[in-house]
């Protein structure tokens, strides 16, 4: 295969793994109510920010829909479409609506634009002309959260307020010369539970269980290969093999250890650096990691029905030996990874990032391997620390949690960063994504993986080994990341905080319960006795007592 099995590709796994491992931070649906500590609650403007829809029809016929967000003030927007009224639209006059209005309104919405005054004076002066509720039009091309000043107590508004961003405020401004405009303000409920989450649980469960299987049927074939050349007296040929030309990789403890440092600096550099091109760049570094996750397990699936392609090689410059069943699949995960490439922004396109995503995680986990479970501890210790940091306690020093702005790409055009698996929320009026970070399936995946190689190795069933319940653990631990994803309205969540003392807790315990620990946390691989030492200590006795 071009670069499986060689050092090459097991440096680029070690790379691949750093890179896709800085967003290990984030399971998210969208926030869709907001809190906001610098703009407190006082009596009378003590709303959660909430996003609104703004459903518009021009001469009866139904026309474009906007989102807006809700003000601090006012009464609470309807959450059913059923129950919202289909209200007349009208421009303010004055239209920045901060002096009275010069004509009385007969409950209409008003639109109005942003300036010269408080939000609170606009929504004062239009409930006192008549109107039903306010759109205000921003002056920016992004929403804008609308508070009360500290001073302004007991306030007694009784219609809602919603902002608009300034392209869609032009849009509903350009409707009014069109004809008659109506609008239907209502901020719809989050379902909760969305088919979308149900499918990344199993897609992330799905993909750790065939990257452990692969990893664990690699490992085995490899001893017994180096058992059938011992048995024959090759030790030299074992020794140049063990000497580092297999291709897969041990994380060590220095490199565990720094994880955390290269992961944090590689975010940093995410968040201060997010911008168009650069985003571009990572769609290019995503690709090229996804053509050789792709190629590496089609091939490793089709060399079973193609030995002899498999087995032919030929020199290809920069790459070596390279098989003909390489040369024949890889111009194909190219061509689907530029297709991608070029088509992501369309509604589909969520498949090819999947699909990419999956075969690269897949790709690492049998590629990059824990040797023990004292490595795996500091691996995904340092992950669960780095997790809630960026998520949670960035805030202190960056005023916005770093890990979910660039998860989300909100300093771009693009719909989050490539390093996801998401999957669209089919059955939620608010439309979007449930997302999960490649870092929350593979770095429990080698854990996961570890398992059940030294399930193998120390020929254990499946109820007495570590594998099916370091997989029950993961799985119970996802689940409860999305159950706190739910409870939190849709706010990005650390899904390691929730996944490591999970799946960790459980492979220690039952370490420590089953006597192994130590084993484990050591040498992470059973003990075992040599066919060739045991033959080379019975052929002496035997010469001895045949004399």
């Known amino acids: 295969m071009m670069g499986s099995g ?6 680029a796994a070690v790379t691949a793994l750093l890179l896709v491992a800085a967003l290990v931070g984030v399971a998210s649906a969208g926030d869709i109510v907001h809190q906001d500590d610098d703009a407190p609650k006082i009596p009378g403007c003590s709303n959660d920010f909430m996003l609104v829809k703004v459903q518009t029809w021009v001469n009866n016929r139904e026309a474009d829909e906007f989102v807006g967000v809700g003000a601090r003030f006012g009464p609470i927007i309807e959450s059913k479409e059923k129950h919202a009224n289909r209200t007349g639209l009208l421009l303010a006059d004055p239209f920045d609506c901060c002096a009275p209005l010069k004509e009385k309104v007969a409950g209409e919405v008003l639109l109005v634009q942003r300036g010269d005054c408080k939000f609170t004076t606009k929504t004062k002066n239009a409930e006192a002309a008549g109107a039903s509720a306010i759109i205000i039009m921003n002056n920016l091309h992004e929403l804008y959260k609308m508070v009360c000043d500290q001073n302004e107590t007991e306030l007694d508004i009784n219609i809602p307020a919603v902002l608009l961003p300034k392209d869609a405020g032009t849009i509903l401004q350009g409707l009014l010369s069109l004809g008659k405009v109506s609008v239907q303000l209502y901020s719809p409920d989050r379902p909760l539970v969305d088919t979308a989450e149900v ?3 199993l897609m992330a469960v799905g993909t750790i269980l065939g990257a452990s299987y692969w990893s664990a049927w690699s490992a085995r074939e490899a001893v017994i290969e180096q058992e059938k050349l011992l048995k024959d007296g090759h030790e030299s040929l074992v020794n140049r093999e063990a000497g580092g030309s297999s291709g897969m990789v041990d994380i060590t403890m220095t490199s565990a250890m720094l994880f955390i440092v290269v992961a944090s600096l590689f975010l940093v550099m995410l968040y201060k650096l997010m911008s168009h091109w650069f985003v571009e760049l990572l769609v290019v570094i995503f690709c090229i990691g996804g053509v050789e996750g792709l190629q590496t397990c089609l091939v490793a699936l089709l060399s079973r029905w193609f030995k002899p392609a498999a087995g032919s090689f030929v020199k290809v410059p920069f790459f070596g030996a390279v098989s003909y069943l390489t040369l024949a699949v890889c111009p194909f995960c190219i061509v689907f ?11 589909y396109a969520w498949i090819g990032q999947d699909v990419l995503g999956i075969a690269l995680i897949v790709t690492v986990i049998q590629i990059v391997r824990i040797p023990n479970l004292k490595v795996g501890s500091v ?5 669960f620390l780095y997790d809630i940091f960026w998520v949670f306690i960035s805030k202190m020093l960056f005023h916005e949690s770093v890990m979910i702005v660039v998860a989300r790409g909100d300093k771009t055009d693009e719909d989050g960063v490539p390093m996801l698996l998401k999957i669209p929320r089919m059955f939620d009026p608010w439309g979007g994504y449930s997302i999960i970070g490649f870092g929350d399936i593979l770095l429990p995946g080698l854990l996961v993986a570890f398992a059940l190689r030294y399930d193998w190795a120390a020929k254990k069933t499946l109820q007495s080994g570590y594998f099916l319940w370091s997989m029950v653990a993961y799985g119970s ?20 905080l929730y996944i490591v003392p999970f799946t960790l807790g459980t492979f220690i315990s039952l370490g420590k319960k089953r006597g192994e620990l130590r084993n484990l946390w050591t040498k992470g691989q059973p003990p075992r006795v040599c066919t060739h030492e045991q033959q080379h200590l019975i052929d002496p006795a035997s010469t001895v007592s045949s004399s």
């Open 199 to 201: 499918f990344l649980w």
């Open 379 to 383: 691996l995904l210790g340092c992950s």
């Open 6 to 11: 060689s050092p090459e590709t097991a440096a």
């Open 477 to 496: 631990g996802l689940l409860i990341t999305y159950v706190a994803l739910n409870l939190m309205d849709g706010h990005g969540q650390p899904a390691l």
């Open 337 to 347: 990874a530029v297709l991608w490439a070029v088509y992501r922004r369309m509604h």
